[in-house]
């Protein structure tokens, strides 16, 4: 049951894929509680995933493709999602999180450091990236929100998650 508790809110969520990423979720219950936003990921997983699928059940939400470690792509995705909602956001919702070391199936005791300094990249020092973007450009109306989501693997540690 809705109540509309996010009517007139707007904002961005990133990292939906597919119906199993909790970003779809998130966005499913946004959306049946009144929000508007934008969905983002890489322009890979754009083509990898479903994304247009949810936007389409979201009202035609706006999909912009912004590499989450890419300051450029991140200034392109604010500053669009400003002109699509004629102002600030409301909401941030930073679910990013990805290994070149799992996509590839490296085991943990080979792990490519090369690799596991992008999954840092993109899984960690993103957050800072997308805030320290939103910051710059006044993005986020006074009292927005900002939602970071992380993995159980950040408390425990799962066989085959390698460096995740």
């Known amino acids: 049951m809705a109540y509309n508790l996010l009517k ?7 990292g939906a894929l597919d119906s199993n990423s909790i970003a779809w979720k998130v966005a499913e219950k946004a959306h049946e509680e009144g929000a508007t936003f934008v969905l983002t ?4 997983a754009l083509r990898m995933g479903k994304i247009n699928e949810l936007a389409a059940q979201c009202n035609n939400a706006p999909v912009i493709g912004a590499d989450a470690t890419s300051v450029e792509d991140l200034e ?3 500053t669009k999602a400003m002109e699509h909602f004629g102002g600030k956001v409301d909401f ?7 290994s070149p070391n799992v996509r590839k199936g490296f085991a943990y005791t080979d792990t490519n450091y090369d690799n596991f300094l992008k999954t840092l ?8 990236k997308v805030m320290q973007t939103a910051f710059k450009l006044d993005a986020i109306n006074e009292w927005g929100s900002v939602v970071a989501l ?7 540690t799962f066989p085959g998650y390698n460096d995740m």
């Open 150 to 156: 992380s993995y159980i693997a950040a408390q425990r």
């Open 8 to 14: 007139g809110k707007r904002g961005i969520i990133t």
């Open 41 to 44: 990921n890489a322009p890979i």
């Open 121 to 128: 990249d993109i899984s960690a020092l993103s957050f800072h």
């Open 76 to 78: 392109n995705l604010f």
């Open 92 to 98: 941030v919702l930073h679910s990013i999180g990805m």
